[in-house]
């Protein structure tokens, strides 16, 4: 997505949050066993969320930064490469942060267990990258301004 495009879209939907909000209604939209989903701050703030109305937002993508940001420093204490990411996975779901932007925001997504894995990622990689494209455009833009 160009910074025309999010433009366009920044002047039809509204605010960051909002774009935000339709990238993850695409993703559930293209990938059915998707329960929930959200865009976190690198210090766990929602930006935008699609979790079921149950679950305590704040402290999942609270939880969800600190496991991004723990298992980024498990990875570089050994030496690897940082986190890009981590997958929990219990008998019914399967849970994935997903970083965004090298770590200044990540996506988490709450999946279903019988999800078609090659599509998630594959559909997960595609929302976390137009979401980086409207944060990076937003930070352009609000940098112009």
């Known amino acids: 997505m160009s910074i025309q495009q999010t433009e366009e879209i920044a002047g039809k939907v ?17 990938v059915p066993y998707i ?4 865009i976190v701050d ?3 703030l929602p930006m935008a969320s699609d979790l ?18 723990s298992c ?6 050994l030496g690897l490469e940082p986190t890009d990411r ?7 779901a399967i849970v994935v942060v997903k970083s965004i932007a090298g770590g200044t925001a990540s996506l988490f997504a709450m999946m279903s267990g019988d999800v078609d894995r090659v599509l998630a990622v594959k ?6 990258y137009e979401a980086e494209e409207i944060l990076g455009a937003h930070h352009v833009l609000k940098r112009d301004n």
């Open 42 to 44: 690198k210090s766990g």
């Open 35 to 38: 329960r929930g989903s959200a």
């Open 72 to 77: 980024s420093n498990v990875a570089a204490n």
């Open 14 to 30: 509204g605010s960051l949050a909002e774009i935000l909000q339709a990238v993850l209604l695409e993703l559930r939209r293209r």
């Open 52 to 69: 079921p109305p149950k679950i305590n937002v704040m402290m999942v993508t609270a939880m969800s930064a600190l496991a991004m940001q």
């Open 123 to 128: 559909e997960l990689d595609q929302a976390a």
């Open 86 to 92: 981590v997958v929990t996975e219990s008998k019914d």
